[in-house]
């Protein structure tokens, strides 16, 4: 079964920019949109952007996202300590009927 | 203001089924138009999809997981459950339930329930 590629850790000083890649295929990012999730030390994921690009209400103007055929990128600018967590994207697969396909997850460390 | 909460056994023996019910306060699954989904998340390791069910009773399932799993609705007490069959110590996890958005495959889940610890062990 697929999954989507994140790079495992990224880090960054506070005030810098920091980036995290999400790869997938022609079947899930390639053909649907893509959502990412914050999930912050023994908490439950929250919902971060939706539809590729679309920050929820609440959610700081500091993140980013966008898609490029079959990748996803979240930006986080001015990162602050806060940030520090485990960051997941998420797409649907058309593939076997359909089914969600997670990202296989990159930690966030500010250092 | 819309909560989910699971409940359930905390631990379950190999071989036997895991059942879980997410209680939804704040809303009405059937009157929404939301999916309703379970995520579970093996201690340390990333999330996995497990299923998803909109009031009406349309499952959609995770392949891999699929002959085991059935997700089912009970409107008249605004929950929606989970039974895994046939469990092993590979099953042990923190399961999530959420409201997905009112397309299958739009991936919003939000909000998500606090979690619930479930540990296969004998």
């Known amino acids: 079964q697929s999954v989507l590629t994140q790079p495992p850790s990224a880090s960054g000083t506070p005030g810098q920019r920091v980036t995290i890649s999400c790869s997938g295929s022609?079947?899930?990012?390639?053909?649907?949109?893509v959502n990412w999730y914050q999930q912050l030390p023994g908490t439950a994921p929250k919902l971060l952007i939706n539809?590729?690009?679309q920050r929820p209400s609440g959610v700081p103007d500091r993140f980013s996202g966008s898609k490029s055929g079959t990748s996803a990128s979240l930006a986080i600018s001015g990162l602050r300590s806060e940030d520090e967590a485990d960051y997941y994207c998420?797409?649907?697969?058309?593939?076997?009927?359909?089914?969600?396909?997670f990202g296989t997850g990159t930690k966030v460390t500010v250092l | 203001q819309l909560q989910l909460q699971e409940s359930g056994p905390g631990l379950v023996k190999p071989s036997e089924t895991l059942s879980l019910t997410c209680t939804v306060s704040?809303?009405?699954?059937?009157?929404?138009?939301?999916?309703w989904g379970w995520i579970r998340q093996p201690p340390g390791k990333g999330l996995e999809w497990i299923g998803t069910?909109?009031?009406?009773?349309?499952?959609f399932y995770n392949p891999s997981l699929k002959s085991r799993v059935t997700i089912s609705v009970d409107t008249s007490k605004n929950q929606f459950s989970l039974k895994l069959t046939s469990v092993t110590a590979a099953d042990t996890s923190v399961f999530y339930c959420?409201?997905?958005?009112?397309?299958?495959?739009?991936?919003?889940?939000?909000?998500w329930g606090q979690g619930t610890l479930v540990t296969v062990s004998s």
């Open positions: 998420v797409a649907w697969d058309d593939s076997l009927n359909g089914f969600y396909v």
């Open positions: 022609t079947s899930n990012i390639g053909s649907n949109i």
């Open positions: 704040g809303d009405s699954i059937s009157r929404s138009g939301y999916y």
């Open positions: 069910i909109y009031y009406s009773g349309s499952t």
């Open positions: 959420v409201r997905q958005g009112t397309a299958v495959a739009a991936g919003k889940f939000d909000p």
């Open positions: 539809s590729n690009n």
